[in-house]
């Protein structure tokens, strides 16, 4: 056990923190990670997702016959770290990035993969996932999108809901299904779907945030050439846990990183924002004891997805100990949300205002609801642990 | 980097567990729980003999050279078993007080001694007041240069009733020190414990004579030497974890009720998962810190702190759930989950519970 960089992972890093330094604006991460306008974001996630292309980081997983960086678990770990650190935002085109791009890597034909893995690294094409529909959330597989065969191309018709990144995306990994006579996870079929054809209709859903990051997704006489079918017909469901494998593996790591840096801008805050009767928030001992316990929290989730990697160098596997993290991060960043929220007193009870630096935690507060539902929620989670890695009989 | 244990370091591990299952197993905790004085020899010398008395001793002294890593990983097996034994007040709360305050022919003679398995310590920290705090302290030491005698009365002492010697923390004319005496010199009376496995004792000095181990205000390097102590106890608590997690999980795909194995509900099932992440937290910050204190780490105590807090509140909510899984047989005093709850309670609140340790690390972020 070692937690210090070797000298070869020491050099790595000093590249890693100076790419960030000179690729992101000046003063980067000391105040609002906000632009003005929702345009004007997307216009600088773009941007910056060419620059890591340009600096030979997107893709840093990705085989290097891919046009990856084939970068070793621990770069990948230095990097997220270095990341964090930089407080960097995640690029425009992390759909395709972490979940599309290595799908088709594992499942798609070598013309496949010619065809859409260089514009996901580029960020030419940003992707998005068609994945839940209204009806099916956690139970993903009762999913009812059909897609019926005419001529060469599948005709598609379904709706598909909490679609990140829609309104702005060139393709998407759809499953729709094709067989409605079995079993409900063997019917169904993963499709490579141009975002522009005919009948896709994008209607954006505004959250709790009072943002729109995701949309509904009308599907209505779209046609989908038969080419664009990614693996075998009805083999669907077992291509589309790789990419949920790959959707908890890369989120987990960076989660845990993520949670840490935001647990010392909390701290920051605790330090500054005034405590009824004087002095600062911080001096409040159940503030204190509060924060502390975040602190537990979010070490023990670092630690344990350390100790995953490790057993991953060794086996190829990953460790039980990371299928743990996404739970851990929801809670622990829902209760730093709201602790946040009471620190600022009567800023917590706007949503605005002249104080962007108090904004920032409202909007981290309510954003962090939805922690515990996407990508998984803490329920489905808990099914996973208990069944996969306890090995306890499946619930009925 | 590398974040796993080494070869050697598994290897400790799994023949510390295969060595600790054979000789004692939680059935040596339970023979033990009306013994009079709780303690085999025979299991002592057995350890010696494997070098776990000095395993974090310098060879130098007649140890094995190794680090709070290794002795964490033995202390984690000892949890397991809830072994009943005074390994943790030698080697994990007293040795690391004496290595560090005292000077070279005491350290030399005294670590020596508990290396070879001839001398058992314990650490007398605590008074009347209950709290785990250097302000509370009162018991005083009077004397200059070798010649010191202590007066007061030390409680909730682990192991107190078996010790040689005992290191007492006490009040000089400028701080707290840390003093060691012969166990023979004082007035000890076990105390009915929580924990029968490891029963506290109350010692009571009157003016005893003392060897000064390092200066008259060491509170500093003492509260260093506590961080071990604390790693250790986390340590146990991560064994205990996971010891009750598993066996609560072996009961829940067992137990059959209305006509299925209780595992199957998910009220049960994801009370299973939530003992999971609590026993790997538990294991991931104590294997942290006891890395980060054998390495210096500048962030060593916070993360001891950290690991105290988090592995032994995790250890005692595991137990929680653990006898609920269980349901009635898990309440009853012939089942064995009763032992691990109070192992885990008193890794709990020996030196603090977790409000103190939590306030440690407010101050130190």
């Known amino acids: 056990m070692d937690f210090r960089d070797t000298p070869e992972e020491a050099s790595f890093r000093k590249e890693v923190r100076a790419w960030f330094q000179a690729n992101l604006p000046e003063g980067w991460g000391s105040t609002s990670l906000y632009m003005e306008s929702p345009d004007k974001r997307i216009e600088f996630l773009r941007d910056f997702q060419r620059k890591l292309y340009e600096g030979g980081w997107a893709g840093l997983s990705w085989p290097k016959e891919y046009g990856g960086r084939g970068a070793t678990l621990i770069e990948q770990v230095i990097f997220s770290q270095e990341a964090a650190r930089a407080k960097a935002p995640q690029p425009l085109g992390v759909i395709g990035l972490g979940m599309a791009g290595p799908t088709i890597i594992a499942h798609g034909t070598d013309e496949q993969k010619r065809r ?152 920051a805050f605790a330090k500054t924002a005034p405590r009824a009767g004087g002095g600062v928030a911080y001096d409040d001992p159940v503030v204190r004891q509060r924060i502390a316990k975040l602190h537990e929290e979010v070490q023990a989730n670092l630690l344990n997805n350390y100790r995953a990697l490790a057993t991953m160098m060794k086996t190829g596997i990953p460790g039980p100990e990371g299928s743990l993290s996404k739970l851990m991060f929801s809670e622990t960043n829902q209760e730093l949300g709201k602790l946040a929220v009471e620190i600022a007193g009567g800023y917590g009870l706007l949503e605005a205002g002249e104080r962007p630096d108090v904004a920032r935690w409202q909007y981290a507060h309510l954003r962090a609801r939805g922690n515990s539902i996407e990508a998984g929620t803490s329920e489905i989670l808990r099914n996973i642990i208990a069944e996969r890695v306890l090995g306890l009989p499946k619930h009925k | ?147 010191w005698t202590v007066t007061g009365t030390k409680m909730f002492v682990p192991d107190a009733h078996l010790a040689d010697q005992i290191v007492v923390l006490a009040r000089t004319g400028v701080g707290v020190g840390a003093f060691l005496v012969q166990a023979a010199d004082c007035e000890i009376s076990q105390n009915e414990s929580l924990d029968r496995t490891r029963r506290l004792g109350t010692v009571t000095l009157g003016g005893v004579a003392a060897r000064p181990l390092g200066g008259e205000d060491a509170w500093a390097e003492i509260e260093r030497a506590l961080d071990r102590a604390a790693v250790g106890l986390a340590a146990e608590a991560t064994g205990v974890a996971d010891a009750v997690m598993s066996m609560s999980v072996a009961y829940a795909k067992e137990r059959q009720q209305f006509g299925r194995a209780i595992g199957s509900f998910q009220a049960v099932s994801h009370t299973c998962a939530d003992m999971l992440v609590a026993a790997e937290s538990a294991r991931s910050t104590t294997y942290y810190a006891a890395w980060a204190i054998d390495e210096g780490a500048p962030d060593a105590p916070r993360a001891a702190a950290t690991a105290k807090a988090a592995a032994t509140t995790g250890a005692m909510r595991v137990c929680e759930d653990g006898i609920q899984v269980h349901g009635g047989i898990g309440f009853t005093w012939e089942h064995d989950m009763h032992l691990w709850y109070r192992r885990a309670k008193l890794c709990e609140l020996l030196l603090g519970p977790a409000t103190v340790w939590r306030e440690r690390i407010a101050s130190l972020l």
Request: proline share 4%.
């Open chain 2, 1 to 147: 980097m590398e974040f796993g244990l080494s070869e050697d370091q598994q290897t400790l591990k799994k023949s510390a567990r295969e060595f600790l299952e054979g000789e004692a197993g939680i059935a040596l905790a339970r023979r033990m729980l009306e013994h009079e004085s709780g303690f085999e020899p025979s299991l002592w010398t057995h350890m010696a003999e494997l070098g776990w008395m000095g395993i974090a001793i310098p060879e130098s002294e007649g140890g094995l050279g190794l680090g709070m890593l290794e002795l964490s990983l033995l202390l984690e097996e000892m949890g397991r078993v809830a072994l009943p034994s005074p390994y943790f007040s030698t080697v994990a709360l007293a040795v690391p007080v004496v290595a560090s305050l005292a000077d070279a022919a005491t350290r030399s003679e005294v670590l020596g001694a508990v290396a070879a398995g001839e001398r058992k310590l314990t650490l007398a920290y605590a008074e009347a007041s209950g709290a785990f705090d250097p302000a509370a302290i009162e018991a005083a030491a009077q004397g200059s240069g070798d010649l």
């Open chain 1, 116 to 267: 859409y893995l260089a514009k996901i690294l580029s960020g030419e094409e940003i992707w998005c996932q068609g994945f839940s529909e209204p009806g099916s959330g956690s139970d993903l597989a009762s999913l009812k999108a059909t897609a019926v065969l005419d001529g060469d191309a599948y005709v598609v018709n379904g709706q598909k809901v909490w679609t990140s990144y829609a309104h702005i995306a060139d393709w998407c990994i759809l499953l729709a299904r094709t067989d409605n006579t079995g079993p409900k996870h063997s019917g169904i079929t993963y499709f490579l779907m141009d975002m522009h054809a005919p009948g896709v209709e994008v209607r954006p859903l505004r959250q709790i945030t009072g943002d729109a990051q995701f949309n509904e997704l009308f599907l209505t006489d779209v046609r989908i050439p038969k080419e664009n079918i990614l693996g075998e017909i009805n083999d669907g469901w077992r291509i589309a846990m790789t990419t949920l494998l790959h959707e908890r593996g890369t989120l987990g790591f960076a989660l845990a990183v993520a949670g840490g840096v935001a647990l010392d801008e909390l701290v």
